[in-house]
């Protein structure tokens, strides 16, 4: 039997022998005209309303409450409409992204007047008040991190990393939050920001703030913002860095070239991206570099491990948080099939994504043949893909 539209429905005769029901068949709605075929189907109604036939019209009225998802949102878009409909919403947070209240949003964390539990405001975040949540994801973290946890209870009695002042600027999750704390407890102070903008949980930001950390970041950071925390970190009276930890040579640059008495009484820095390292490498070449540099980006670990397999899983994190969007289907050209590219390349592809490769290294084009992507120049493809990748290790790129 066809399905009937509400437009039949209305139409039919307000007299009929059988009574009309509606009852729902698979996808669609069909009319019943028998007893029995209405008792096999499911009798329904519309928004709670029955439907009768006074008369050769009739007009279905919904309800009152179904009517407040027809209006539109008035000023911050689609998340503020979601998050009015459930109120229970406001209260939670997700571990994903670190999603708060629309109202929190318009001011700019640089703006507010913060404290922690202990009465100090050494630090600029989004919102201290996820502090909780942070250290529920930390406490997770540190499941997976059994090194740092045996260093930590090992030697804090010893306090080895005492006198030390270590000034960062990492990608600040849970992960990281794991390492700051381990460096404290080993004795060392540290102030913290992020080197990157979008990379930052709010949340676990919140928890080192509340843990006494003077860590300056958060989530969606404008470049003035960015620059504003690193500076924060440097330029504090009455206290001075003597070892610099960093994650792309952003704060070793910053303060070679405006702090360059702190920068001649660093101990020593420690860098762990291809960038950075390429940065520390020209210094070193200009003979300008007067300060000890560790490479930790050449380490077997870090090589093998977290430029292949943490950039496998952490690409698809990224790009999901800043697009929301399928990629079954999309073409994505990755520029530099190193480890790092070859992590990228091996989870877009399972996604489904159509995946290009660009590489000047024959060896390493010649392995993308092999694992099945093709190899192209960036200008045969650049005009038709949705996502350009740059896994390079150059200025503007990432590591490979």
């Avoid at 996808?27 to 096999?40: F, K, L």
């Avoid at 489904?352 to 960036?378: N, S």
Wanted: hydrophobic share 40%; net charge negative; aromatic share 8%.
């Amino acid at each position: 039997m066809r399905p009937l539209l509400l437009q039949e429905l209305l139409a039919l005769p307000a007299t009929s022998e059988a009574p009309l029901l509606l009852c729902f068949e698979g996808c669609g709605w069909a009319s019943c005209s028998n007893g029995q075929e209405a008792e096999a189907g499911l009798a329904v109604s519309l928004a709670n309303q029955q439907l009768v036939q006074p008369g050769p019209l009739q007009q279905i009225q919904f309800a009152d409450d179904m009517q407040e998802f027809t209006k539109f949102p008035t000023k911050t878009g689609r998340r503020s409409l979601s998050r009015s409909i459930s109120q229970s919403s406001t209260d939670s947070y997700s571990s994903a992204a670190s999603y708060t209240d629309s109202s929190d949003d318009e001011v700019s964390p640089r703006e507010k007047q913060q404290t922690n539990s202990k009465g100090s405001s050494n630090f600029c975040v989004k919102n201290i008040k996820q502090a909780e949540f942070g250290r529920r994801e930390i406490e997770i973290a540190e499941q997976d991190m059994s090194a740092l946890i045996s260093l930590r209870k090992r030697a804090q009695g010893e306090k080895p990393l005492a006198g030390a002042k270590i000034v960062g600027c990492t990608h600040i999750t849970a992960q990281t939050a794991v390492l700051i704390e381990t460096l404290c407890a080993l004795g060392a102070q540290c102030r913290w920001s992020a080197c990157n903008i979008y990379s930052t949980q709010n949340e676990v930001a919140a928890a080192l703030a509340e843990a006494g950390v003077a860590v300056f970041a958060w989530k969606g950071e404008s470049e003035d913002d960015f620059w504003w925390c690193i500076d924060r970190c440097v330029n504090v009276d009455g206290w001075q860095a003597n070892m610099i930890l960093d994650d792309g040579g952003d704060l070793t640059h910053w303060v070679y070239k405006k702090y360059p008495n702190i920068f001649k009484k660093i101990r020593g820095i420690v860098e762990e991206s291809v960038t950075g390292v390429h940065r520390l490498y020209q210094l070193s070449k200009a003979g300008k570099l007067c300060v000890p540099a560790m490479n930790v980006n050449d380490s077997v670990t870090k090589q093998k491990f977290d430029n292949l397999y943490c950039c496998r899983e952490s690409i698809l994190d990224g790009l999901k948080r800043t697009t929301d969007v399928m990629f079954g289907g999309k073409q994505v050209v990755v520029c530099g099939y190193g480890e790092v590219g070859k992590g990228c390349c091996a989870a877009l592809k399972a996604l489904g994504a159509i995946v290009y490769v660009t590489e000047i290294d024959p060896i390493c084009a010649l392995q993308a043949c092999m694992d099945g992507f093709r190899v192209v120049k960036l200008s045969e493809v650049i005009r038709q893909v949705d996502v350009v990748i740059t896994c390079t290790g150059r200025d503007g790129g990432g590591a490979g």
